[in-house]
Nanobody
């Protein structure tokens, strides 16, 4: 059972930056495709970014393309989400998730493709 621990949320002003991290308990972290999702109040949870277990393929939602960067450090069993130029509409609870090992799809983005979920962290962007 993979455990994911998320850190780094908080309150930031419009245009500011935050970096989220997600540390995995699993030593074979480098076999898991990782993703970040978010859920705003009154809305469904949506994919934000994913990164293939090799680290060579990434997906970004249109709403965050060019502002957010997903990365992973397999030596530290950690995936990051660097969020720049934050907007009020980025306000949401952000979740980290992992697929099963060696998941074959290059750009998974459905919730049911991810088997393990971390706790959410609140990101609030004030205007």
């Amino acid at each position: 059972q993979v455990q994911l621990v998320v850190a780094g949320g908080g309150l930031v002003q419009v245009g500011g930056s935050l970096r989220l991290s997600c540390a995995a308990s699993e030593p074979t972290f480098n076999t898991y495709t990782m993703g970040w999702f978010r859920q705003a109040p009154g809305k469904e949870r949506e994919p934000v970014a994913t990164i293939k277990w090799r680290g060579d393929l990434t997906y970004y939602a249109d709403a965050v393309q060019g502002r957010f960067t997903i990365s992973r450090d397999n030596a530290k069993n950690t995936v990051y989400l660097q969020m720049n130029s934050l907007k009020p509409e980025d306000t949401a609870v952000y979740y980290c998730a992992a697929t099963r090992p060696y998941y074959s799809r290059s750009y998974p983005r459905r919730e049911d493709e991810f088997d393990y979920w971390g706790q959410g962290t609140q990101v609030t962007v004030s205007s």
